[in-house]
């Protein structure tokens, strides 16, 4: 079955870093689109960065300079480096796997989350 793991998740204080990482399985990891998007309380699920399967990345704009998505098609995870965190960064942080298929029913799936709390 596909598994999306995600870890290193906590709280840290404003101006702080954490270092996300997820661990995928049961999928062909090289082909697959990656993606971190989270969630606050009372907010609606928004992309955080993106990474292709050729190493294209993209950031929403209040992380852009501050975080930094990278992935491991060897060991078949993916990382997000957080710096200088915010209160607003606080969320649940999931892990997202998508592959298009052409005439086909695409693949999307999801970790179960981790939660990042930065406190003022």
């Known amino acids: 079955q596909v598994q999306l793991v995600e870890s290193g998740g906590g709280l840290v204080q404003s101006g702080g870093s954490l270092r996300l990482s997820c661990a995928a399985s049961?999928?062909?990891?090289?082909?697959?689109?990656m993606a971190w998007y989270r969630e606050a309380p009372r907010k609606e699920r928004e992309l955080v960065a993106r990474?292709?399967?050729?190493?294209?990345?993209v950031y929403t704009s209040s992380v852009k300079g501050r975080f930094a998505i990278s992935r491991d098609n060897e060991k078949n995870t993916m990382d997000l480096q957080m710096n200088s965190l915010n209160p607003e960064d606080t969320a649940v942080y999931y892990c997202?796997?998508?592959?298009?298929?052409?005439?086909?029913?695409?693949?999307?799936?999801w970790g179960q989350g981790t939660q990042v709390t930065v406190s003022s």
């Open positions: 049961g999928i062909t990891f090289s082909i697959y689109d």
């Open positions: 997202n796997a998508y592959l298009y298929r052409v005439g086909a029913t695409s693949d999307d799936y």
């Open positions: 990474i292709t399967k050729g190493g294209g990345t």
